[in-house]
């Protein structure tokens, strides 16, 4: 057991999500991966969603996986992939999974907004570029 401060990080990506543990004595950082778990996409509400409670309940397990093996957590950082937004209600709570940037509902949205405002100017607003997965193209589907 790791005995002084330590950090977890969760990595996920379209398809795993994993939760890794550093610490540093010192001299010499150190990196463990502690738990890895798959990140599928689900058929829901009509459409590819992310399973968000799934992956919640995952990084739980992650946490006390890393838990179990140091005195001290410090702190906790997430990296996720930045073209997906979940829809909140008044209070805060999730409204629905998010869709997944994969799901079929956006294709040709770019042709369709761009018909409407022109590339340069989404660009010079934006600094995107120009993919059906973005957020734009969900928004607009």
Not at 42 to 56: A, K
Not at 91 to 99: A, F, N, R, V
Request: proline share 4%; hydrophobic share 40%; net charge negative.
């Amino acid at each position: 057991m790791h005995r002084g401060p330590a950090f977890v990080a969760f990595d996920l990506g379209a398809s795993s999500g994993r939760a890794v543990l550093g610490a540093f004595d010192g001299h010499r950082l150190t990196m463990t991966e502690k738990h890895r778990f798959a990140n599928d996409p689900v058929e829901s509400s009509g459409g590819l969603r992310w399973n968000v409670r799934g992956m919640f309940d995952e990084m739980l397990t992650g946490l006390r996986a890393c838990d179990a093996d140091t005195a001290e957590i410090e702190s906790v950082g997430i990296d996720t992939w930045g073209v997906d937004f979940a829809l909140l209600d008044e209070t805060g709570e999730l409204i629905d999974d998010p869709y997944h940037y994969r799901d079929p509902r956006t294709r040709g949205a770019i042709q369709q907004i761009e018909a409407r405002i022109p590339r340069e100017t989404i660009y010079a607003r934006t600094g995107t570029q120009f993919m059906e997965i973005n957020s734009l193209c969900q928004l607009y589907a």
